[in-house]
């Protein structure tokens, strides 16, 4: 939580030396505890390899590299699914099996593997929301608890969440398939989750992936831009800061930045974060958020006149329906019509395209 964030420029000839080089910048090796398991969580917001919504295959291989040549022996994938995206798919499209067979790494699911229990725990900070939203219980996966985490977020924009980064990058790790109980107390419950890490994880650290950047309605229905930034911390409040600011927004008017700023679990404000590598004080991509169908429904639903219905919609088998409206516009409708001629576009004229291609 020392508030000192990464950034450099890169280029796909360098990509993967410049991730281990942003990663000693930022003092991966003071944050993450050699003796402990690593888990890499990344981040797959769509099946599809919308370019800007996921992980990077660079990225992945980069920080694998960065680990292995500094004595990080014992690493383990874990990824985790939800409602509308489908993470053995994701893996194949995105082409992380490439790298995790490259690298000999095993990958857990945090919703079906045998080695993943969910237990009850009690967190020793105050939660904001979550014991509200889970009377039952805050559950989480046994096999956090002991080990480093490495989140692999993407530089991107949030329809829910303005951006979306370290600190959302959690969401799937630690909630099961029912975190969409969550969606109109978005903002607390990432600072609720940020507390829950700092108690479970020998070593918090993120490498942020700016090399395509994410405009738009995102998390999924983007506008690629490319960036060629990679970003580095051990404050998960502080990258996710400076990507918002690079991103053109005010972090501290950002919920989830300002109240885990006010906590004390990361510094939210830009004139408190050091900042190493590129000097990004003239940086805006202007980003801006804008609508989608799923953004429109979410307003009413979530956070509108219809929010008092909410268990109805979505803690009944009603929520099938919401799923299925979900897949269809996004998979059937957006990604046929729209994504994937963005897709191919990115794969013929951007080097990061042509860089994915070769994996």
């Keep these: 939580m020392n508030g000192k964030v990464a950034v450099i420029k890169t280029r796909p000839e360098t990509v993967l030396e410049d991730t281990e080089k942003v990663m000693k910048m930022a003092g991966f090796e003071d944050a993450l505890d050699k003796g402990a398991t690593t888990i890499l969580k990344d981040n797959i917001s769509w099946h599809f390899p919308m370019p800007g919504a996921n992980t990077t295959p660079w990225q992945l291989e980069?920080?694998?590299?960065?680990?292995?040549?500094?004595?990080?022996?014992?690493?383990?994938?874990?990824?985790?699914?939800?409602?509308?995206?489908?993470?053995?798919?994701?893996?194949?499209?995105?082409?992380?099996?490439?790298?995790?067979?490259?690298?000999?790494i095993p990958i857990l699911l945090n919703f079906e593997d045998d080695d993943m229990k969910w237990i009850r725990y009690e967190p020793k900070a105050r939660m904001r929301v979550l014991n509200h939203i889970y009377p039952e219980g805050i559950h989480i996966p046994d096999y956090f608890i002991g080990k480093n985490i490495v989140q692999l977020p993407t530089m991107k924009c949030h329809i829910y969440t303005t951006t979306t980064g370290a600190m959302k990058n959690a969401f799937g790790g630690l909630l099961n398939t029912r975190r969409h109980y969550t969606h109109s107390w978005i903002h607390e419950t990432l600072v609720d989750l940020l507390q829950i890490q700092y108690e479970i994880h020998t070593g918090l650290f993120a490498v942020m992936d700016g090399t395509t950047a994410g405009n738009g309605p995102g998390p999924r229905t983007l506008q690629p831009v490319t960036a060629n930034y990679l970003l580095a911390s051990a404050d998960q409040v502080a990258i996710d800061a400076v990507a918002a600011k690079m991103m053109g927004f005010e972090p501290m008017n950002l919920p989830y930045i300002r109240i885990a700023h006010e906590e004390g679990l990361g510094i939210g404000k830009p004139e408190e974060i050091t900042v190493v590598g590129e000097d990004i004080s003239g940086v805006n991509l202007h980003f801006t958020v804008g609508d989608n169908l799923a953004s429109m429904a979410g307003d009413v639903l979530w956070f509108g006149p219809l929010k008092r219905f909410q268990k109805l919609f979505f803690h009944t088998p009603l929520v099938g329906l919401f799923i299925w409206a979900s897949d269809f516009y996004h998979d059937k409708v957006w990604w046929n019509t729209k994504g994937i001629k963005t897709y191919r576009q990115w794969l013929k004229d951007s080097p990061w395209g042509r860089l994915f291609d070769r994996y």
């Design 62 to 104: 980069g920080v694998i590299l960065a680990l292995l040549n500094n004595g990080y022996r014992d690493l383990v994938a874990v990824e985790n699914k939800t409602v509308v995206t489908r993470p053995e798919k994701g893996r194949h499209m995105n082409k992380y099996d490439r790298v995790y067979d490259k690298y000999d």
